[in-house]
């Protein structure tokens, strides 16, 4: 039994189909694999343009996820000096 690659056409719907639900897909190996992407994609409610926008910038829920994981930035420039082995916290001797 061979496995054919996904069509570029396959593909392309892929693309469409996945902006339009505001979902994410595997990058399929075969053309069966899209086929079930394809289905699963088509299943799903499509999102309206306001919710692709508010998915893609809404800055509180993403600094409520750097919070909740601990992602503080860090500048470099200002806490450490040196390089290497004789790298020291700024402020200390």
Same mark, same amino acid.
């Given at each position: 039994m061979t496995h054919k690659p996904p069509t570029r056409r @396959?593909? !392309?719907?892929?693309r469409a189909l996945a902006h339009q639900t505001g979902q994410t897909f595997t990058y399929p190996k075969t053309?069966? @694999?899209? !086929?079930?992407?394809?289905r699963r994609l088509r299943a799903v409610k499509p999102c309206s343009e306001i919710e692709l926008y508010l998915e893609r910038f809404d800055v509180a829920a993403e600094q409520a996820a750097r919070a909740a994981n601990c992602d503080v930035p860090v500048d470099l420039g200002s806490e450490?000096?040196?390089?290497?082995?004789?790298?020291?916290?700024?402020?200390r001797s």
């Open positions: @396959q593909l !392309s719907y892929l053309s069966e @694999q899209a !086929s079930r992407e394809i450490v000096t040196g390089h290497g082995a004789t790298a020291t916290w700024r402020g």
